[in-house]
């Protein structure tokens, strides 16, 4: 494995969205930004590198409200040998309320990386995640030109027990150009927890309009899912920040969201 920068970040928001923050490594955490109390987190070196690991850990206490996104895509660049590692760790405990995103990677010619999440939603607590991959330099007329890429997503519950995961590995192939359906950006939404009843009309609202968007039930009434496919970082962002605004409120859910109990997702939601 070619040696890299390894960066921690840990942030602990209080009921006044005060977060209390250690870092080690390049990466920061700026904010809050008024009105919305918004927090940026950042990496302050050029993009991703081989052998690079970046670990991430925001974590709300009971009734907090925390809202923290990126100022611009995070780039992933090649790399002739070895890859590089990103985890990102959320808990929201009860009462309190998570916006993660929205967040885009983009991966440059050669890039390899490998991205974990894991989510811990307490009871009565909320957590909306925005992402947005992007599979080359597009406006540059590069797609699907990476070397690899696996994700792992996990959602569980306070007692530990896992209620969702998803897991998949992307390796640039006729196959994988076919199931984008020659689109280079694939973006998700989820919405975790404690949901608005509306949550799913407002992803319909979202989805509605748009080809290559879907949205599902996941399993254990844990939430809600958007998928997006488009053409630019730009449409996929989009497609983010509109979900997350129709998803997100200052005021408390007025109940958990009725979620049928179907386990399946649909063929696009499972990719």
């Not at 209390?20 to 009105?35: K, Q």
Request: net charge negative.
């Amino acid at each position: 494995m070619t040696a890299g920068v390894v960066a921690e970040l840990e942030a602990r928001f209080d009921c006044a969205s005060r977060a209390r923050v250690s870092a080690s490594g390049p990466l920061e955490l700026r904010g809050p930004l008024s009105p919305s109390k918004l927090y940026y987190i950042r990496n302050v070196t050029a993009g991703v590198f081989a052998g690079d690991s970046f670990h991430t850990t925001v974590h709300c206490d009971p009734g907090a409200r925390a809202l923290v996104e990126s100022p611009s895509a995070s780039k992933v660049y090649s790399m002739p040998s070895g890859s590089a590692t990103a985890g990102v760790e959320l808990c929201a405990e009860p009462g309190s309320r998570l916006v993660w995103g929205p967040h885009a990677t983009i991966l440059q010619a050669g890039a390899s990386l490998r991205q974990e999440t894991r989510v811990i939603v307490h009871a009565g607590a909320t957590v909306l995640i925005a992402e947005t991959l992007v599979m080359g330099r597009i406006a540059a007329g590069q797609r699907f030109d990476f070397n690899a890429y696996e994700s792992s997503f996990e959602v569980s519950d306070d007692d530990g027990d896992l209620l969702y995961t998803e897991a998949y590995a992307l390796q640039p192939c006729p196959d994988l150009v076919s199931a984008m359906g020659g689109l280079g950006v694939l973006t998700c939404v989820y919405a975790l927890g404690a949901i608005d009843p509306d949550a799913h009309t407002c992803l319909e609202a979202v989805r509605a309009p748009r080809a290559h968007t879907g949205c599902s039930a996941l399993p254990n009434r844990c939430g809600l899912v958007l998928k997006a496919l488009t053409a630019t970082l730009s449409e996929g962002t989009t497609i983010a920040r509109e979900t997350l605004k129709a998803l997100h409120s200052d005021t408390p859910p007025r109940s958990p969201l009725p979620l049928p109990a179907d386990r399946s997702l649909p063929a696009f939601a499972q990719r």
